[in-house]
């Protein structure tokens, strides 16, 4: 067991005109010196990581380098409810996160595009916007 250096630690990470906000749950400090960001997940772990998790932990590797400057070279998701853990090691550096930026932009770029027109129906009683929405 390592305590952690950082828990629910709060980034501001300005990616182009863009200002990404999010929280890592946890920063530990390694024994060579780095650091390893885990972010812990309900449910049970799965075979791999998707690349929407990947996205996700080198934004949190990104933020430890550009706004925290502490050096991360590993990320990891950390599944609760079966205590499996999926791994990254940055072991080019940071090499790949330097597309990361680019990834990032081209993500919102689809979003701004994208039609977020309101279908309303039977789902409408579960969706978290309905106070909010203006189509029902």
């Not at 390694?30 to 080198?58: A, F, P, R």
């Not at 990320?75 to 990032?104: A, F, I, M, P, Q």
Request: proline share 4%.
């Amino acid at each position: 067991f390592r305590s952690p250096v950082f828990i629910e630690r709060m980034f501001n990470l300005k990616i182009g005109d863009y200002m990404l906000n999010g929280r890592i749950d946890r920063i530990d400090k390694l024994d060579n010196g780095n650091y390893e960001v885990v972010d812990y997940k309900t449910g049970k772990s799965k075979k791999s990581l998707s690349k929407d998790n990947k996205l996700q932990l080198y934004i949190y590797a990104l933020a430890c380098r550009d706004v925290l400057n502490i050096p991360v070279n590993k990320v990891t998701l950390h599944y609760l409810e079966d205590g499996e853990k999926l791994s990254l090691n940055l072991s080019k550096g940071y090499d790949e996160l330097d597309s990361v930026r680019e990834d990032v932009l081209t993500y919102i770029a689809q979003m701004k595009e994208s039609d977020f027109t309101p279908t309303p129906g039977f789902w409408c009683n579960f969706c978290e916007y309905r106070l909010i929405c203006p189509a029902v």
